[in-house]
Structures are given as C-alpha cells and as structure tokens.
C-alpha cells in the first residue's frame, strides 16, 4: 500500500522567506501527484498537479518537483506572505483514480 | 464554474439516526470520489464512481455506510445507524475521466455524532 509521508508537520517561518514542504512516497508507480491547500474549516484546493512523465509545475509563487525513482516531491514557496499559512497536502495517485494523503505540513507565516 | 457542491455543511445528529449526506459533482466531470478526514486518520477514499458506477467501495468502513449516484449530477452518502465514531470531515471530489485526471473537492460536510 502507498504510504505518503510530510515533513515537516509543522513550520513557521517569517513573511518574506522562501520555503520548501516536503513529501515522500513509498512505491514509485505512480500516475500523477497533486498538492492541496487546505484552510481551517475549509475544503482542498488543489495547487498543483504533476504528471508522473513531468519534472515539475509552477503557478505563480509556487513550484513542485517530482523525483520519482527517489519517491520524493518538493512544494517551493517563493516569497512567503501571511496568505499562505494553511495545510499542504500532498496526495499520490497511484491506482489511477485513488488519492493517497500524507497528513500535512501545517504552515504559519508570520508578519 | 460552481465548483462541486456538498450539503449539509454542517450536521449534528444523535447516535442511531440516519445521515444523508449530498453531492453535486462539477458539470462534465464524470469520477466522483467520497472521502473522510479525520485527526487520526487523515483522508481516506470511501468510494469512487466512474459514469455513476461504484467502482471501488473497499474504503467504505461497514454495512452501515452506503453510497448511490443515480445520475451524473447527484450522489449520496448514507449512514444508518450512525455512531460517535463517524463523526468526520466528508469530502466529495470529482474529475473528467480522460485528460489530466486532476480532482477538485468540495467544501466538505462536518458530521457531529453524538
């Protein structure tokens, strides 16, 4: 069974700096993962998507990068601003339509 | 867009009743994904649906838990009797079959057994 793992589970960091969420994953095969923002007492909202053929994906302030041989995939925030503090979630999709969670780095960026 | 659509938002029942939870997928999307988050447990899938077919239910923790999607726009959750223990974030998510598989998920219903 995937097992989806996120370090650090928490951090915070002051309002300027750049920053990087960690996730690893245990089987390699996969299809595609995704990373999520999660507001307190609100749903996900999905950042990024990378396809198991791709490196990595930018929006805007944000890129993710995906080593798959390594199992491992990398959310970078440039810039951070106190907008940004939530819960990112990384998921692996590795059956095709599943998501497996990891439990989250719960982000503070403080003014 | 409208984005997927859940109801209640928030539900606070006694142990024993019935619970239905709601789902409207985004229009066009046809996979519609039912999952719990917990503090213990985080997200974990209970049922996928592909063209309102249950395709895979194995998350689905007991008999008491039952999923239906009559048609492309609408699906349910249903939990008879309910306990403390189902009380959970439940998300519905949805996604086009083909192209770049991304899913999108509502705003979830929070579950209160009490």
């Known amino acids: 069974k995937q097992e989806v793992t996120q370090i650090p589970a928490a951090l915070s960091v002051p309002e300027g700096e750049n920053l990087v969420l960690n996730c690893s994953f245990t089987?390699?095969?996969?299809?595609?993962l995704q990373w999520f923002r999660q507001d307190p007492g609100k749903g996900l909202t999905s950042l990024l998507l990378?396809?198991?053929?791709?490196r990595e994906q930018t929006s805007g302030r944000l890129n993710a990068s995906l080593d798959k041989s390594s199992g491992r995939s990398t959310l970078y925030i440039a810039a951070s601003q106190p907008g940004d503090s939530a819960t990112y979630l990384c998921?692996?999709?590795?059956?095709?339509?599943?998501?497996?969670f990891g439990k989250g780095t719960s982000l503070l960026v403080t003014p | 867009d409208a984005g997927v659509i859940q109801s209640p938002r928030h539900e606070v029942t006694e142990m024993g009743q019935e619970v239905t939870l709601r789902c409207k997928p985004i229009?066009?999307?046809?996979?519609l994904f039912w999952y719990r988050q917990t503090m213990m447990r985080g997200l974990e899938l209970l049922i996928y649906?592909?063209?309102?077919?249950?395709?895979?239910d194995s998350g689905m923790p007991e008999d008491r838990f039952s999923a239906k999607m009559p048609n492309a726009s609408f699906s349910t959750l249903k939990i008879q009797p309910s306990e403390p223990r189902d009380s959970a974030v439940y998300f519905c998510?949805?996604?086009?079959?083909?192209?770049?598989?991304?899913?999108?998920f509502g705003p979830g219903t929070r579950l209160t057994v009490l």
């Open positions: 998510a949805s996604r086009r079959q083909v192209g770049a598989n991304e899913q999108f």
């Open positions: 089987d390699s095969a996969i299809y595609n």
């Open positions: 990378i396809q198991s053929s791709q």
């Open positions: 998921a692996v999709n590795s059956s095709g339509y599943a998501l497996n």
């Open positions: 229009s066009g999307h046809n996979s």
């Open positions: 649906f592909n063209n309102n077919v249950p395709i895979d």
